[in-house]
């Protein structure tokens, strides 16, 4: 467990196949934890190439709540969780951030101030399902490192675009990728492989 500001948190560390040359560091979505198929095939994918995965559960989930809190909790356990690997398992490794949905999100706010080389966001909730005004692109936006979104070509929370620095991959499915994970692991590996 790590202490954070709204809780403890858990992060659960996968080394890598051979020496680390780098550490992904994973949130999961809104509502779920890490079973979700697209996070394990990434987790597969970014051990073989030689990263620790740092799996992280926010305090919420961690204390068997369901419904998320709000982003400033998130973003400040998630920091929170960053240092303490930083001073440990991530010790002088560059660092992916990234996660799926709500767990992009928090990567995305975050990423500047966790010093990330990258960003990959599965399933980047762009905007609530039918609600395209209330847009959240101005966190996709707003990170200035190389970005890569992983995106059902249906998912009802929308498709970001392809911007300076940000490259979008559009695979089948919606918002879960049930039967995309083949897509998903090896978009992951080509933008994993060059960080």
Not at 40 to 62: F, K, N, S
Request: aromatic fraction near 4%; glycine fraction near 12%; include cysteine.
């Amino acid at each position: 467990m790590i202490d954070t500001p709204h809780g403890p948190a858990r992060a659960h560390i996968l080394e890598a196949e051979g020496e680390a040359r780098a550490a992904l560091m994973l949130g999961h979505g809104a509502g779920g934890g890490f079973k979700a198929g697209d996070l394990q095939a990434v987790t597969t994918v970014a051990r073989e190439l030689g990263y620790l995965v740092a799996l992280v559960e926010q305090p919420y989930l961690v204390a068997g709540r369901r419904s998320a809190a709000p982003t400033h909790q998130l973003d400040a356990a998630w920091l929170a969780v960053v240092e303490h690997l930083r001073e440990r398992e991530l010790a002088g490794l560059p660092l992916v951030a990234g996660g799926r949905s709500s767990g992009a999100r928090v990567a995305c706010r975050t990423a500047a101030t966790t010093g990330a080389i990258a960003v990959l966001c599965l399933a980047f909730p762009v905007h609530p399902p039918g609600k395209p005004a209330k847009s959240r692109l101005d966190e996709l936006d707003g990170v200035e490192v190389p970005v890569l979104v992983i995106q059902g070509e249906s998912d009802p929370f929308g498709m970001p675009p392809d911007a300076p620095g940000r490259e979008v991959v559009v695979v089948p499915g919606t918002h879960s990728f049930t039967r995309a994970v083949t897509g998903v692991a090896e978009a992951a590996r080509e933008f994993l492989a060059q960080r």
